[in-house]
């Protein structure tokens, strides 16, 4: 089955830059689009950021010139750099096919706190 694994969250200062890392198993990793998403505390998830396989991408207005996907087909894995966090980007993350998921490829995610 497919395997998607989160990691590089923790807790961040605000105005820090982390980056976030997806490896993918089981799957065509460079044919799909792939995207990152969060969930916040009481609140649905949302597509942040997502890139197709060739590479074009698209962002949340929310994050959109301080976050930046990508990807690197050779070790299956989609990036999230996270630059100017601000407090209301706490939630967890996750990937998945973007820009439409697929309900069974959820993953753990990886949790961002972002403190002020």
């Known amino acids: 089955q497919v395997q998607l694994v989160e990691s590089g969250g923790g807790l961040v200062q605000a105005g820090g830059s982390p980056r976030l890392s997806c490896v993918a198993s089981n799957i065509k990793f460079s044919v799909n689009a792939m995207g990152w998403y969060r969930q916040a505390p009481g609140k649905q998830r949302e597509l942040v950021a997502g890139?197709?396989?060739?590479?074009?991408?698209n962002y949340a207005d929310s994050v959109k010139g301080r976050f930046t996907i990508s990807r690197d087909n050779a070790k299956n894995t989609v990036y999230l750099q996270m630059n100017s966090l601000k407090p209301e980007d706490t939630a967890v993350y996750y990937c998945?096919?973007?820009?439409?998921?697929?309900?069974?490829?959820w993953g753990q995610g990886t949790q961002v706190t972002v403190s002020s």
């Open positions: 890139i197709t396989s060739g590479g074009s991408t």
């Open positions: 998945n096919l973007g820009p439409t998921y697929r309900p069974s490829f």
